[in-house]
């Protein structure tokens, strides 16, 4: 059987790449050490905020961050803190134009997010804590809040 060229068929595949992925900026404190690591006798109330930013590089080509930031205090003592940016960069290609956005900032930070999870889980024992593992994020209802908040356009870093 011969192929033949132009059918319905033959329009490209849509793709998303990771070309690579990276720390640009973590930071651990444990302020209280070592009084901080005695047993506590409640576990100590956890904060965490999540933010995803975008930047285009070339026309198919975007560096996603995925910013974390935590805390975990107990008594109005800080027992421990982190700050990261765990970022990739992505090729998208054969993505219709009002899909892009949400591909950018729903799935490429869904594929980010398990390596900067266990980034993280590390460094909180590593800082004599037992592991912080945090718990699956929804990049489509962050989004949607986005949008929200923002008046229909999600903010981009430029």
Do not use: H, W
């Not at 990276?22 to 444990?30: A, G, I, L, Q, T």
């Not at 024992?125 to 356009?153: K, M, S």
Request: hydrophobic share 40%; net charge negative.
């Amino acid at each position: 059987m011969a192929a033949t060229n132009g059918g319905p068929g033959d329009a490209k595949a849509p793709s998303l790449n990771v070309l690579g992925q990276y720390v640009k900026d973590f930071s651990f404190e444990n302020p209280n050490a070592p009084s901080s690591l005695r047993p506590p006798a409640q576990p100590p109330a956890i904060n965490i905020q999540i933010n995803v930013n975008a930047k285009p590089l070339s026309p198919t080509d975007f560096e996603v961050e995925l910013k974390i930031e935590g805390k975990a205090e107990q008594d109005k003592s800080v027992l421990f803190g982190f700050e990261l940016a765990y970022a990739g960069i992505f090729r998208v290609q054969n993505i219709p134009q009002e899909n892009l956005q949400p591909v950018v900032l729903i799935e490429c930070p869904r594929l980010l997010f398990p390596f900067a999870r266990q980034i993280i889980s590390d460094a909180v024992r590593n800082g004599g804590f037992p592991p912080l593992l945090i718990d699956p994020v929804d990049f489509a209802a962050l989004y949607r809040q986005r949008l929200e908040a923002g008046g229909g356009q999600p903010t981009q870093t430029a």
